[in-house]
């Protein structure tokens, strides 16, 4: 396995927290869902989807694992990033499921880096986080 680091940047939910801005910056950089509660936001540590009960079980669970999958806190979660920073968890969520989670991780990688500088293009900004190219 290449990087369990990298593999455990993919939430529950499918987000990608290394394309977070949260997780990309360098002051109070938080380490992503599944890393320690004390260095997040309070946002993220009382996160509803991490924290639901499924999880307390696999810590490497993921929604689609759940038989309320996609649940409308989910969906909901969908539609703000859909329409917001085009990106969907759901989406992710049935890829990881199609593919497994290291040929999920591989796209995420040709995806979010950036052309220009090799750097790691943000979701939030919808631009290279290091050089600021935007999303061709
Ligand atoms: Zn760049």
Partial sequence: MESRTEVLLIAPCGMNCGTCVA???????????????DKKSVTRRDCRIKNCAVF???DAGF?????D???????????????????????NLENIRKFGILEFMENEK???TCAR??????????CCYDCGEKIS
């Fill in 23 to 37: 997780c990309l910056r360098e002051r109070n950089r938080c380490p992503g869902c599944r890393g320690p509660d």
């Fill in 56 to 58: 307390h079980k696999e």
């Fill in 63 to 67: 929604c689609f694992e759940c038989g």
């Fill in 69 to 91: 999958f996609p649940c409308d806190r989910l969906k909901h979660l969908d539609k703000r990033y859909r329409t917001k920073y085009h990106m969907s968890m759901i989406e």
């Fill in 110 to 112: 040709i995806r979010w």
């Fill in 117 to 126: 500088c090799g750097g790691t293009i943000c979701v939030h900004r919808g």
